[in-house]
């Protein structure tokens, strides 16, 4: 039988670990999944949060491992998502009479998921006793659906944080120190690069609200996926506040493309050795070597982003075109008005691969200093030291503005 893990006295942490979990909703999760719920041992017993309904089983025998499920009182739903409600029903089968807290748009949320189980709503303010502790809720909407919220254990100084601060991490351990802290930072930033940074301005206020409990009301950061911050607590709050949430665009390139014979990939490389010659970190990806997923973790803080494609079909290649889609959806056009963006591509007799790039980039607020980088065919060397030099002259501009 599975065993909870005891997070603080009466606390523990009954979610399951998917270890082989290679993918999140097109997001690649190379260190896997966890699903993350707590049970407190109370006068009242509570739950925060339940797991995806595959890992029922684990989930419950974990629950079991301290008490009878049929025992719990109060199931808080911090956010409706199903891997954190989706055993809601489980447990309101085996607790008929458990009570659902949870904010007003998650009631209507749920209700769609699950139908009328009984929920009932709470606010930003709302406190909830359930005996010696007490629950505070805070509302994080779009953090990253309309129903978030956080809750706070008051006595325990445990923020129940939900995808707020979590990583896609699967290991043996619980807690931030009991693992290799840097994987699991790298973890939370691809995290917030793939989930959260749409709602960059949501997720700041989310911040703000955390800060404003005061430095001394949190001891432990539970989220709902990936390690307890117990150690790093100041850490992820700091990496959250200035540079996820920040907006803060660092000497940093993406150079995204695909190609097909290599000649937009010679463009590629000319551009990365501008940006090199200029001490600007480059990171060059050929969309076929690396997951869009990896690319937006780069692009996060990235000041320069260069995207290529051939003409194919008198459009550009669909990796390219999936890179732009995902990206617009991640960083809308509000986000990028300080970046800056370069198209580039071989073509054979119309040069529409390049130019939908850059209308694109365009599009989605970015500034092009340059005309699309495009070549009829294989470029010359000639050709690919212009690029070059043309990178490095708008990098020094941008030093100088
Ligand atoms: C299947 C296919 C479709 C193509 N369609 C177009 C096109 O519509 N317009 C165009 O100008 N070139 C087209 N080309 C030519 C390529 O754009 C050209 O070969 C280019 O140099 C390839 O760049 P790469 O080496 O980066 O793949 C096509 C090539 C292939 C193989």
């Given at each position: ?29 190379e260190d896997g ?41 109060v199931v808080i ?287 989605d607020g970015f ?35």
């Amino acid at each position: 039988m599975l065993s909870a893990v005891k997070v603080l006295p009466d606390v523990y942490w009954v979610g399951g670990v998917d270890w082989n979990a290679r993918e999140f909703h097109g997001y690649t999760t190379e260190d896997g999944i966890t699903y993350n719920a707590y049970l407190i041992l109370d006068e009242k017993v509570t739950l925060v949060d339940t797991a995806k309904i595959t890992f029922k089983d684990e989930f419950l025998q974990r629950i079991a491992s301290v008490i009878d499920p049929s025992k719990i009182d109060v199931v808080i739903c911090n956010h409706v998502e199903m891997d954190h409600s989706g055993n809601i029903p489980t447990i309101k089968e085996l607790a008929p009479s458990a009570q659902v807290y949870c904010t007003p748009q998650a009631v209507k949320e749920l209700t769609a998921h699950y139908g009328d189980l009984g929920y009932t709503p709470v606010k930003t303010g709302d406190t909830l006793s359930i005996g010696r502790r007490t629950l505070s809720f805070v509302q994080t909407p779009m953090v990253h659906w309309p129903d978030n919220m956080v809750t706070l254990d008051v006595e325990d100084k445990i923020l129940f944080s939900n995808d707020a601060f979590g990583q896609h991490f699967a290991s043996s351990a619980r807690f931030d120190d009991e693992n290799d802290i840097h994987e699991v930072m790298k973890q939370a930033r691809k995290y917030y690069a793939n989930i959260v940074q749409p709602y960059r301005m949501q997720a700041a206020n989310a911040v703000k609200a955390v800060r404003s409990l005061g430095p001394d009301a949190i001891d432990l950061i539970a989220p709902a996926h990936g390690i307890i911050w117990r150690s790093y607590v100041k850490d992820i709050l700091d990496a959250y506040e200035n540079v996820f949430v920040s907006g803060k665009l660092e000497d940093k390139a993406l150079i995204a493309y695909d190609s097909m014979w290599g000649s937009t990939d010679k463009i590629a490389h000319a551009i990365c050795d501008g940006f090199l010659a200029e001490g600007v970190s480059a990171h060059l990806m050929d969309l076929k070597a690396n997951h869009l997923s990896d690319a937006m973790d780069v692009f996060l803080d990235s000041r320069y982003v260069a995207v290529g494609s051939p003409t194919l079909n008198s459009n550009m290649m669909p990796l390219t075109s999936s890179f732009l889609t995902y990206m617009r959806g991640l960083s809308p056009k509000q986000n990028n008005g300080d970046r800056i963006g370069f198209a580039f591509g071989s073509y054979g007799w119309a040069p529409l691969g390049p130019k939908n790039i850059q209308a694109e980039l365009e599009a989605d607020g970015f500034q092009t200093p340059e005309a699309p980088f495009m070549f009829n065919w294989i470029p010359t060397q000639e050709y690919l030291d212009q690029v070059r030099e043309k990178v490095r002259a708008v990098v020094r501009a941008q030093r100088e503005a």
